[in-house]
């Protein structure tokens, strides 16, 4: 069995062709920027990362580009977002036999989960499905329910995972899950916008921000100086960047944007979702040449 994950986890975008297809060059050039800003987590095909709206090939060639790149620089993780569980455990098996330790697994959607009992049945077929660790994804936005957390709990205490992203951006909800989870054996990471010195008192393991795709070296040293003296600047630094780069409907336009001011990829959104207004361009072309990049 691996360690349990810490510290900032890049949840990785994908670059894509104009035409469409994984830009693999970029793919592989943005992993390493990453790596190189001291992140500590590479976490592929999440919900930036398209995990659920690439076709099965692309979906494919995203991750074995990615498994490939990483190889053991840093661990390695890869999202599972499925309708139902048997589409779910083909995607799982895939990742495992491509060299992934790790699976981060949401309930279905479209069609969501509503008991305890479903939520169950669902994570815990997918994680006798694997030897991989299973790590358990909140996300209500995208899949439409909010796992309870009394269900994550035990899902820890049976012993089918030790870790969970939250991203419900409900602060009590998340606090709450931090609070018990020790005792569950559980680690908490926050998937939405994190207040670092808030969710280090809270035990969590770390955080998930996409704006690590592009400042990476931002988001680590918020993380590393949670607890010290000089946090307060550390979070002005990261927060002015992720007011820039995250909207509530839209996590990734404006950081694929940037990433192609600074060299990687082209700034391609994945159909059918619309482009940067010139405005929003003209904002972050200021914002990158004031903190250095041309």
């Known amino acids: 069995m691996t360690g349990v994950l810490s510290g900032i986890i890049v949840p990785l975008l994908t670059p894509l062709t104009p035409a469409g297809g994984i830009d693999g060059t970029a793919l592989r050039k943005l992993i390493r ?3 190189d800003g001291g992140v500590d987590v590479i976490f592929a095909g999440g919900s930036v990362g398209l995990g659920a709206l690439l076709p099965d090939s692309q979906w ?3 991750l074995e580009i990615s498994r490939d790149e990483i190889g053991r620089k840093v661990p390695a993780i890869a999202g599972v977002m499925e309708t139902s569980t048997p589409r779910a455990i083909e995607r799982i098996k895939y990742l495992e036999s491509i060299g992934f330790g790790f699976f981060v697994l949401t309930p279905t959607y479209y069609l969501t989960l509503h008991s305890a009992g479903e939520f169950l049945a669902h994570f815990g077929k997918c994680r006798e499905a694997s030897q991989m660790e299973m790590i ?3 996300i209500p936005s995208c899949t439409g329910s909010c796992i309870p957390a009394d269900t994550i709990l035990e899902m820890a205490r049976r012993g089918w995972t030790r870790m969970c992203k939250e991203s419900s951006g409900d602060i009590a ?6 609070a018990r989870a020790g005792d569950a054996g559980l680690t908490v990471y926050q998937g939405m916008r994190p207040d670092f010195a808030s969710i280090g008192r809270q035990g969590a393991g770390g955080a998930v921000p996409v704006i690590a795709n592009v400042l990476p070296a931002i988001a680590k040293q918020a993380w590393v100086n949670r607890s010290k003296a000089n946090a307060a600047a550390f979070q002005r630094e990261f927060d002015q960047a992720w007011d820039l780069l995250v909207r509530p409907y839209d996590y990734f336009s404006a950081s694929l944007y940037a990433l ?7 700034g391609i959104m994945i159909k059918p979702f619309a482009a940067l207004s010139k405005e929003r361009k003209a904002e972050i072309d200021r914002y990158l040449s004031d ?3 041309a």
């Open 33 to 35: 920027h990453t790596i």
């Open 60 to 62: 494919r060639s995203m």
């Open 136 to 138: 358990v994804y909140n």
């Open 173 to 178: 909800y998340f606090n709450d899950l931090c």
């Open 260 to 266: 192609a001011k600074i060299g990687i990829g082209e």
């Open 291 to 293: 903190i250095g990049f």
